[in-house]
């Protein structure tokens, strides 16, 4: 009897580790569907609407507490899961919401019942989080498990899940009705209060440590290192979670300081990064170099201090068990209330000129979410004590150690042993070079699908030696915390600078090179929309330095006309300067007149009228309306692109010997593919 009771603790254990890892698959699918097919209109409407689906613990109001509501529940979630990574994106939107949806539906059945299986969501979620960590470094950011034709290692994970949950359901004891009238009543503040830091402590979760690769972006630190520390700190919390409590102890205190070290620390990260942007009183651009000690310091202390968060949901599920079904709804339904705002706010820091005046509030402020998700998990520890309880976690040796110790292993080997293999350049590039500007769409295609390897697809066809992307910024939940710059640069192997760190705001200006990347900086200018962070940087060709720019500017005339000040500034220190980007002008716009004054355009050095030439075996024929900014087919083969609004400009040093454009959708995303190949001279 003991022997089955072990064995079903340790198939409960897994099992609930897999719902959180399907949990933060299905709210990263959700929130990354609306924010594509939004992208498209750059404006929210009622897609967003699909947030509300996290909402369903509205029915803990009236769920019946039995056998078939678990099986229906559990169920509902699998095919969600199942299903989730086929759909279209629209499609997905229903379908992760229902899936995030039920989990927290089934988590507040679940630590309601008092006669259910123990479970110590905090090692679950933990487990589950260094799953997501492996996934996604394996996957170069992408979760393997929901991507590409490694998607059947997720079916692989729900048929597991399935079969657990077979095993556990069968031993399902309905709730004694005895025991619930006997169930401690507590005022509604306290449960209010453990909902609310639970829901806290998913938000840290989600928005970062399932991920942390989001992390290095905002500090650009070393992406091994990030993803590192916080695997071990997980690993020691998991062994050693039983002497972070005691029946004879009271650790409250303890864990609170703990806590408010782990997001002081944890925001402090963050304000680091912060930019003071120009304001009209003073345009001057503000130059943004690489972190120092310090900084890398800051960010190691917060993830080691990480594995609180899990210590949070130890407690404060635990402290739940002790209220009925019906009594969690309400503070259930406010605690996925606080989570759609965080969720808002942390999109808000970056979209905050497309949501109206109010967007102004949340301009450069990517730190209040998470200030919002600390205060959720800090403040119970000072209003109530979910410390004081009987058994908060639950240690068991055997299984646990050696699939840890199997899973520490591999995840060690993964970041430390593998290493990119740099493209060679080769001695046929030393006199010219391809150059290509790419405006990715966060690697979203034109009609808002993901679409991360037919862009790389394309960027392999022109095999370009400098590749300048734009709105690459994906590294944060809208994005999926998904890396595009990473996963371009790990598959090619291109050195690259990712640009503006993602605290800042922008939509990305990344920099990938086959040639080392050298006095790489981000210079920010005055920006009354998006903020405009132009990514410089150089490479060595002999004893030759390029300087490479690349742009994307919006706004106003008093934003555009700043940037273009910078720009040219920039090439006139320098002989040989390629400036690219999505320049968001046309040739007959004055910003465009300033700035061939000092640099030439590569397209029109070869078609002065810009009617060129185009391989219309690339072209799909019954696409009839297409963007003005992607030209106008003509007959013969020809295309007109005056109304381009992508640019390559060159200095003197350069003949520009083809120049090419290769309209949406066709460039696998919304804007016109660009490049040309140079020779520069001495």
């Not at 509902?76 to 229903?94: D, E, G, K, N, Q």
């Not at 005056?642 to 696998?668: C, G, M, N, W």
Request: glycine residues 6%.
């Amino acid at each position: 009897m003991n022997v089955k009771l072990k064995t079903l603790e340790i198939d409960i254990d897994f099992f609930s580790s897999l719902l959180f890892l399907f949990f933060i698959q299905q709210i990263t699918l959700l929130i990354e569907s609306i924010y594509m097919l939004n992208l498209l209109n750059t404006r929210m409407d009622m897609k967003a609407l699909g947030l509300l689906l996290l909402a369903l613990p509205v029915f803990l109001f009236s769920i019946q507490n039995n056998k078939f509501t678990y099986i229906s529940l559990v169920g509902l979630m699998l095919v969600c899961m199942t299903l989730s990574p086929l759909l279209s994106t629209a499609s997905r939107i229903f379908s992760a919401g229902i899936g995030a949806g039920t989990f927290l539906l089934y988590l507040g059945l679940h630590l309601s019942n008092k006669g259910s299986s123990k479970v110590d969501w905090g090692q679950s979620a933990a487990w589950a989080t260094l799953v997501s960590i492996l996934s996604r470094h394996v996957g170069g950011s992408l979760d393997i498990s929901i991507t590409g034709n490694s998607k059947i290692i997720g079916w692989m994970l729900v048929i597991i899940a399935a079969l657990l949950f077979y095993f556990t359901v069968k031993d399902y004891r309905e709730p004694d009705p005895i025991a619930h009238k006997k169930r401690e009543e507590r005022p509604p503040y306290y449960t209010w209060f453990s909902v609310l830091g639970l829901a806290g402590s998913i938000l840290f979760i989600y928005f970062a440590l399932s991920s942390p690769g989001v992390i290095a972006r905002w500090t650009e630190g070393d992406h091994n290192t990030i993803r590192f520390v916080p695997a071990v700190s997980i690993l020691i919390f998991i062994h050693l979670s039983r002497y972070f409590r005691s029946s004879h102890t009271k650790p409250r205190l303890s864990i609170a300081l703990w806590n408010v070290l782990f997001v002081g620390f944890f925001i402090w990260n963050i304000l680091l990064h912060r930019v003071t942007f120009p304001s009209l009183e003073n345009l001057n651009p503000v130059t943004v170099g690489q972190e120092g000690l310090f900084d890398k310091v800051i960010c190691y202390t917060a993830l080691v201090l990480s594995p609180v968060v899990f210590v949070n949901i130890s407690l404060f599920a635990h402290s739940i068990k002790f209220v009925k079904t019906s009594k969690l709804a309400t503070p259930f339904l406010g605690g996925v209330l606080m989570m759609i705002l965080c969720i808002f706010v942390l999109i808000f820091t970056n979209t905050w000129g497309y949501v109206g005046t109010i967007g102004r509030i949340f301009r450069n402020q990517f730190h209040l979410p998470f200030a919002l998700a600390g205060l959720m998990m800090i403040l119970p520890y000072f209003f109530t004590d979910p410390c004081n309880e009987k058994k908060t976690t639950r240690f068991k040796l055997n299984l646990g150690w050696v699939l840890s110790l199997v899973l520490f292993t591999t995840l060690s080997a993964l970041i430390f042993l593998k290493r990119n293999k740099m493209v060679s350049t080769g001695q046929a590039h030393f006199n010219r070079l391809t150059l290509m500007t790419y405006n990715i769409q966060q690697g979203v295609d034109l009609f808002g699908a993901k679409n991360f390897d037919g862009q790389l697809a394309k960027i392999r066809e022109v095999d370009p030696d400098i590749l300048c992307l734009q709105e690459s910024d994906a590294s944060r939940i809208s994005g999926g915390n998904s890396d595009v710059v990473r996963y371009f640069s790990e598959k090619l192997g291109y050195y690259s600078y990712y640009g503006p760190k993602t605290v800042t705001g922008t939509y990305g200006t990344a920099i990938l090179s086959k040639f080392p990347l050298e006095n790489c900086r981000t210079v920010f200018t005055y920006s009354s929309k998006d903020e405009i962070g132009t990514a410089i940087a150089e490479i060595a060709i002999r004893d030759l330095k390029i300087q490479i720019i690349n742009s994307h500017p919006a706004g106003n005339e008093t934003s555009r006309a700043e940037h273009i000040h910078m720009v040219i500034s920039e090439a006139r220190q320098n002989e040989y300067v390629i400036a690219m980007g999505d320049y968001n002008f046309r040739q007959d716009s004055p910003y465009y007149k300033k700035i061939t004054k000092f640099l030439n355009d590569a397209w029109l050095r070869v078609y002065p009228d810009a009617i060129g030439q185009i391989d219309t075996n690339k072209i799909d024929p019954s696409i009839m309306r297409r963007k003005q900014s992607s030209g106008k087919l003509l007959n013969g083969g020809k295309i007109d692109m005056k109304t381009r609004i992508d640019h390559i400009f060159i200095s003197d040093k350069f003949e520009v010997l083809e120049a090419h454009y290769l309209p949406a959708p066709e460039s696998q995303t919304d804007h016109p593919l660009h490049w040309a190949v140079v020779r520069f001279f001495q």
